[in-house]
């Protein structure tokens, strides 16, 4: 479905029946990498994917995409479809865009699940990296989106899921220029959330990967001590999605329905 949006246009889709659940792609993702993770939840929910700004068939709006920004939009379908409570389900980027939603509109959540995700701002070194990627994807935006994608998986995985990285690619290629810069700028700029993880009264899962190339290991769960939140550990990457498909699978269902 098309909505539209400051000028642009946001697209989503909708499908199954109970309970909603919301899913938020990441950076260089879009709708589509839920295909294989949506079946087992549409038995008995509602799922509703979005594409986040300047990534899948949603446009751009901007130079810079806050994920304040990417929080109103998804807001904004979600009063599209007059929906009053559901769980929120973000992975890497989705997970920073899902957080800053949570900020803004707690009331609605049942439930968030951080998949590949922190609630932590990038460090300094972390934004000298954004705005370093920010002028390689300006040289030459393919070979940035392709190195991008293989360096998401663990060394290790990288022959054995050779044929899930190059759909991913093709996936992410598709993602215009601007998309990529302003996504990169958003996630640069972005505040500190981890008081959320802490005080916020819906039930909260983690799913992190022991060899995440993105994420450092112990700072996430350091963001779980003296927390409610759910951790959940798979000895592989950043794509918990492929390279652990089943056990998430059976992982969300029971935190949806906990």
Not at 7 to 35: A, C, K, P
Not at 224 to 250: K, Q, R
């Amino acid at each position: 479905m098309i909505l539209e949006y400051k000028g642009s246009q946001i697209f989503y889709t909708v499908e199954g029946q109970g309970d909603f659940i919301v899913l938020l792609h990441g950076f260089l993702e879009n709708s589509t990498m839920w295909t294989n993770i949506k079946p087992s939840l549409l038995k008995n929910h509602s799922v509703i994917c979005i594409d986040l700004l300047g990534h899948g068939q949603t446009g751009c709006i901007g130079y810079i995409h806050t994920m304040d920004a990417m929080a109103e939009a998804v807001k904004t379908v979600i009063d599209e479809l007059q929906i009053e409570s559901f769980t929120l389900i973000g992975h890497s980027m989705g997970g920073y865009v899902a957080l800053a939603f949570a900020e803004k509109f707690s009331h609605l959540i049942n439930g968030l699940c951080l998949l590949n995700s922190s609630g932590a701002e990038d460090n300094e070194e972390r934004k000298t990296n954004r705005d370093r990627a920010i002028e390689a994807v300006k040289k030459n935006h393919k070979t940035f989106v392709s190195m991008s994608i293989a360096n998401l998986f663990a060394p290790d995985n990288r022959e054995r899921f050779a044929k899930d990285i190059e759909l991913v690619k093709q996936e992410a290629l598709k993602t215009p220029l601007q998309g990529i810069i302003a996504a990169l700028e958003g996630m640069k700029i972005r505040p500190n959330r981890e008081v959320l993880l802490q005080n916020s009264n819906f039930k909260k899962m983690m799913v992190i990967g022991r060899k995440d190339p993105v994420l450092e290991y112990n700072t996430l769960i350091n963001q779980a001590l003296n927390t409610t939140i759910e951790i959940v550990e798979f000895p592989d990457g950043h794509m918990s999605h492929i390279e652990n498909m089943n056990e998430l699978d059976y992982k969300l269902i029971r935190f949806i329905e906990k």
